[in-house]
């Protein structure tokens, strides 16, 4: 990847690729109008963002830095990195609400660039916000002003090399600005693959994924994303941080895992060295079913406990199977359609054959209806896919958003029936609340909720509502807020929960000693 | 384990079980004396600690919390609780050099008591060393008293219970004091395992693998201590930490990470979760012979790579293969032993036989010598014993010690030869340097170094020489200056070289917050 290559710029009030975006598909279209009705919101379209904040004088110290082609203070430019991808995210947007548009856009090359500019913003007291991808749905990308001069985004559009390949170690260092199909592009050429496929692939970055401990749809196989990381360096106000003298070692606290999750607010990750694999020979995803939820949970537990998992492995609760197999053409004759898994398979043909043969027997002996791979097939084709049918519900004023937790497996059943009931509660019994679970552990698994609502007249509100429930349910059953969409603002206030009071004063001399003017994505992760 | 049950102290001058104690081998006897000569080093017996610097209205306070009879200022409990089991801490012991005895041994029970005891450190500034197994080998355990006004050992030695079993998530809730042994009988009751077989396993402690980020014997199948970690509760002067929500999360940095390594310096780890498995059905330990070392290593190379480990996996390189072979018995007819790899299998018939099958196809297939079962068996019966063969050693003046590293697969040969060079220059021709890899990740390897020689008039000084060059080629080479064993204060003065000046910052700024009064195990790891 050149630096500079034009990345796709996703549309700022909805997801992805404007030339993907799509209406909502017509064997949809009844049972939406059904559910929810079709309404027609409003969009903005003309809003403008408040003029930029930073004067002349601080902008030219800026420019200087990294040249002034490179410091941008367009309206566009400033629409384009104003949030990230949530819902609420996206309602704001839609409303004209541009509030958190930063005065500029910094674009810095390299390590000593992002040094130069996180000296002058500490200087000024201008809030830094790291910009990978933009696909934060957390809040993380809407940095607090008040007490700053101004709020910058950091962009890191120019770092997008692949520094190095280790082929005998197998690892790769790569720049944070790289989206996930950029790097995957680079790591082929020499016929390897990172293997992280988060919903957010096609437009998330490798500084994001470190910056949020990302896990990807291939979790089973190929780990989190911060499983993948075997090293990092990082620019801070006070100096540079780089972290990885080996695979892993007893030399203190291991404090890449301090800078993995930090969210910007302890540095900008400007390389990343991660563990790569051999791209896979072949490929199959096929689909089981599953009498309960439960029991399609215990047979993941199983294989999660013996070692035996396939590269990916999920599975949806009976409402989201019966929402997904609402596509006449899917249904398969079921009237009872159970609970829907998928499991995948990748490597070398003879890996992919031992293992899918072991996973095979090992689920039709644990109750197990092999499906074949009709619905694996469906599964990997609109594997990214959901967010732009987000938009298309959004535009018919249907509220649809997601959220996630993960918890010990003692503690599944518990936590999917407090989490959904505290959803359900919230939004009302015509809401929809889905749940999946595509992260498993020998201890435990993730729980990803889906919902979908007809949109009330404050549908921010009513959103906060129901997130607010769940977060308290979560934190009520002593699970995790979150998974793998880190803490952002909007988990922040229950982050005090998780970590304690004592958890918290270590973010925070942490992020006092790093940063010690308070500009590093400032409101972002630290309570 | 009920609590207070008694636990087999180490000799105050040697390794381990004094009724295990042995003399040098009768085999081994000539090639010692050929090698080093036999000299009768002066043992001091009749060395006791200074008195106790604890005043009686101090350690009355320290009685108030945890009862009169778990204050102990008698001589023989100090001295047992004086420095660790390095070759060094032992010459000084032997030598009658007591000056890291603590003032106090005090023996909390339970998280409250802890932090009672530390908050009254923090008041009195009394430095507190907790002290679980007391096998460390980096000075771990002598912590400074300058500025101070005395030194207590926390002995966890009431704290020896199972707190929970979770049979259905696999993990157990261990307390920091239970021993090796004593934590897998307690799991053996319910048919499981932890599976952690450091070569201290004997005596080294639950809060010590923690505390130290331990790797054992069986890493390729279990993963390293901190890997079989989901929770923690630790006590510090400021607070409680409480931290494990889930087996992994996007909740913000992995503060398990910065509490796992910390040594005693952030807190006082008071009770572990960790992952547990099903005990072993069957067991398998077998030999194989390899050309070279690099043979070998690349081999453990490729099956780490193809997700192919068996349970243990260990090489020697032509050094130590030649000295294990010197045993007259095991020799079996070759005139060039080359490297001995010894490959182990754990776990139900099935998966034993399974993966046993598929390394020895590898193995084979990448040039190994199959050799059976025979060094296997006798590497499995000597697993534990090198720590008393050094005491038999040093009773004859020969100085024996070891040192560990990591490095990623392509740096291997680099820092193998490096550090080799390093050790032999500064400790002559006449030493002689083992190395073998006993810990292996995809992108990576650790390499341990066994050296032996006749001492100097100095032997310290002479150890401290050849220390300072090994580590000084690790820094060189970018290597990690330990794998695992921790920094203590050994290495201490090369942790800069790793994690760098910023690093160094983050660690003293997390421990400023934790222990603000500097109490905690100073001296030890924070630069």
């Known amino acids: 990847m050149t630096p500079g290559t034009p990345t796709v710029e996703m549309h700022p009030q909805r997801w992805g690729d404007p030339a993907a975006a799509t209406d909502l598909p017509e064997s949809a ?4 109008e059904l559910a929810f009705g079709l309404q027609q919101p409003v969009v903005a379209t003309d809003a403008r963002p408040a003029p930029t904040a930073l004067d002349d ?38 409303a004209g609400d541009l509030t958190d548009a930063p005065d500029a856009v910094v674009r810095p090359d390299g390590h000593g660039e992002v040094l130069a500019v996180l000296a002058w913003a500490s200087e ?18 809407a940095a607090r002003r ?57 437009h998330a970055s490798i500084g994001g994924f470190a910056a949020t401990r990302s896990s990807g749809q291939s979790s089973a196989g190929h780990g989190r994303f911060d499983a993948m990381v075997v090293g990092l360096t990082v ?37 990343v060295t991660v563990r790569v694999r051999r791209a896979p020979e072949v490929t199959a995803y096929e689909g089981w079913r599953w009498p309960s ?24 609760d009976e409402s989201e199977t019966a929402l997904n197999l609402a596509d006449p053409s899917s249904i398969g004759g079921s009237d009872d359609p159970g609970c829907l898994m998928i499991s995948g398979y990748e490597g070398t043909r003879e890996q992919v054959e031992a293992r899918r043969a072991a996973v095979t027997e090992a689920l039709a002996g644990l109750g197990g209806t092999a499906l074949g791979e009709g619905p694996g097939e469906k599964w990997v084709h609109g594997r990214f896919a959901a967010p732009y049918l987000r938009d298309a519900l959004l535009d018919h004023g249907v509220l649809v958003e997601t959220l996630e937790t993960a918890t010990f497996w003692s503690h599944r059943a518990r936590l999917y029936a407090d989490v959904r009931a505290a959803l359900q509660s919230a939004l009302g019994d015509g809401a929809l609340v889905l749940c999946h679970v595509s992260h498993v552990y020998e201890t435990g698994c993730s729980l990803y ?35 793998h969409h880190a803490v952002g603002t909007d988990h922040r206030p229950w982050l005090v929960h998780e970590i304690g009071e004592v958890g918290v004063r270590v973010l925070r001399a942490v992020k006092a000693e790093l940063d010690p003017a308070g500009v590093l994505n400032p409101g972002v992760l630290v309570p």
């Not at 830094?128 to 991808?133: A, D, L, Q, Y």
């Open 29 to 32: 279209r009844g049972l939406v």
């Open 449 to 483: 909720f889906t919902v979908a609502t007809r949109q009330a007249d404050d549908p921010l509100a009513q959103w906060a509502e129901a997130k607010r429930a769940a977060s308290e349910a979560m934190v009520e059953a002593g699970a995790t807020i979150t998974h």
């Open 235 to 271: 620019a801070t106000p006070t100096g540079s941080l780089d972290l990885g003298s080996s695979p892993a070692n007893a030399a203190g606290p291991d404090l890449r895992q301090l800078v993995l999750g930090s969210e910007g607010a302890f540095g900008v990750i400007t390389s």
């Open 124 to 141: 000024h007291r201008v809030a830094v916000v790291p910009f990978g991808g933009g696909t934060c749905v957390t809040g993380g990308l």
């Open 146 to 202: 008040e007490g700053l001069t101004g709020v910058v985004s950091l962009d890191l559009v120019r770092m997008k090399r692949l520094l190095a390949v280790d082929e005998e170690s197998m690892t790769a260092i790569l720049q944070p600005g790289l989206r996930g199909p950029e790097a995957e592009a680079l790591l082929a050429e020499r016929g390897l693959t990172l293997g992280h496929y988060p919903q957010s692939f096609e």
């Open 57 to 94: 004088d601080l902008l030219d110290g800026l420019r200087a830095l990294v040249g002034a082609e490179h410091v941008l203070v367009d309206d566009a430019t400033r629409v384009l990195r104003t949030r990230g991808k949530s819902t609420s995210d996206l309602l704001r947007a839609r």
């Open 293 to 316: 939820f439960d029991a399609g949970a215990d047979a993941m537990r199983t294989l999660a406990q013996a070692g035996l998992l396939p590269t990916v492995i999920r599975l949806s």
